[in-house]
């Protein structure tokens, strides 16, 4: 299993724990998920996000319908989370949100890491279209966090 990185920085002005209120808030994704996406928030308001809590979603990748369930692997107040894709189109995604006091605000740090399923043609898949899309929204998300907490 060839297991790929994204890895993505960036600084808003706002304090830690305001930053750290909206990205703990899961349904803040539909705000900062690109809308080509059709991402909705399955899970209701107000899940008491800690270590365990199970999120659900439902997107569309390509035109095509799927649900993600995924849980937070490790919580950490004020400073980050990580979670994990329990169910969805990956093989592996574990998706670390780091968090910490910067000069200017805030710094956020998104780490992922990713495996795609089916062997060979999952990795020609990634190479012709997964890596662009993630790219994408990835360039989405940095832009909308920066919009709305800019």
């Given at each position: 299993?060839?297991?790929?990185?994204?890895?993505?920085t960036?600084?808003?002005?706002?304090?830690?724990?305001?930053?750290?209120?909206?990205?703990?808030?899961?349904?803040?994704?539909?705000?900062?998920?690109?809308?080509?996406?059709?991402?909705?928030?399955?899970?209701?308001?107000?899940?008491?996000?800690?270590?365990?809590?199970?999120?659900?979603?439902?997107?569309?990748?390509?035109?095509?319908?799927?649900?993600?369930?995924?849980?937070?692997?490790?919580?950490?107040?004020g400073?980050?989370?990580?979670?994990?894709?329990?169910?969805?189109?990956?093989?592996?995604?574990?998706?670390r949100?780091?968090?910490?006091?910067?000069?200017?605000?805030?710094?956020?740090?998104?780490?992922?890491?990713y495996?795609?399923?089916?062997?060979?043609?999952?990795?020609?898949?990634?190479?012709?279209?997964?890596?662009?899309?993630?790219?994408r929204?990835?360039?989405?998300?940095?832009?909308?966090?920066?919009?709305?907490?800019?």
């Amino acid at each position: 299993m060839t297991v790929h990185r994204i890895e993505r920085t960036q600084v808003v002005h706002r304090s830690l724990d305001e930053v750290f209120a909206f990205v703990a808030d899961a349904h803040n994704l539909e705000s900062i998920t690109p809308p080509w996406l059709q991402f909705t928030m399955l899970t209701p308001r107000g899940v008491d996000m800690r270590e365990g809590t199970r999120l659900e979603y439902r997107l569309r990748i390509h035109g095509f319908p799927l649900r993600w369930v995924s849980r937070i692997e490790a919580w950490h107040p004020g400073r980050g989370f990580v979670d994990r894709q329990l169910h969805g189109p990956y093989r592996l995604w574990e998706h670390r949100h780091d968090l910490e006091a910067h000069e200017d605000g805030t710094l956020i740090r998104d780490r992922v890491r990713y495996a795609l399923p089916l062997g060979l043609a999952g990795e020609v898949t990634h190479h012709f279209i997964v890596r662009g899309d993630l790219e994408r929204i990835f360039e989405y998300r940095h832009d909308a966090v920066a919009r709305l907490l800019g």
